[in-house]
């Protein structure tokens, strides 16, 4: 087994390991589907364990030497964030189970956060109030994330959890295994919005702030945006009804 910390956290590693062995039968469950994660106390501290499927039989080789897992992607990428000050919950470590040949289930533990509310919540949850604001303030973060090189691939609603500090917001970025990092140009900054909301007013609100703070045109960037959103919502939905067709041919043959 292999495992990589942070230093300031090296002292957890007994408890940790400790955890890891004993992953099935602790801790709260937060998500279980194609990966696993958890909130589990260490050694006084909650933290979060994020546990990703074993790779099929293919991947096993790839894993093991040509591509870097994603619990180690995702350390790195977390540990990049945090210098640049883009929010993310601070990485502590990442553990690979593997073998000489092949490579096995892997798992990326970092704080466990606490937030008010998700972006998910902010498009679905009409209680939220200062929705205006939230946008504003999560395009800056954004912003600021594209002027620091970082292309989000999986910025979608469920990724970024919202706190409020004061009378503003605090931003932090999740599940963080797919980044590029680049002089990202204007179409890509645009289109990196494309899965964040199926409301046309969150894209002029969000396409309005983006546009001032990078001296362009509004109502251009608005239209731009929601053109990227429309293909993609488009392209959503023609891969659900496809799955859908392809279920109910499959049932009909049994």
Known sequence: MKS???????????AIDNAVAHFNDIGKSLHDGRNVVKAIEVDGELLNFKKFRKPNAINKIVYKFFRKSKARRSFEYATILNKKGIGTPDPIAYIEEESIFNFGTSYYISKQLICDFTYRELINDDSIKDK????????RFIYHMHEAGVYFLDNSPGNTLITKVGDHYKFALVDLNRMKFYDIPWDDRLKNFERLSPHKWMYEVMGHEYATL????????????WS????????????KRMKKKFKSIFKGNK
């Open 4 to 14: 990589v910390y942070q230093d300031s956290y090296q002292h957890l590693k007994p």
């Open 132 to 139: 205006e604001q939230i946008l504003k303030e999560f395009t």
């Open 214 to 225: 990078s001296r362009k045109r509004p109502e251009e960037t608005i239209e731009q945006m």
């Open 228 to 239: 990227y959103t429309q293909d993609f919502q488009k392209a959503f939905h023609r891969k």
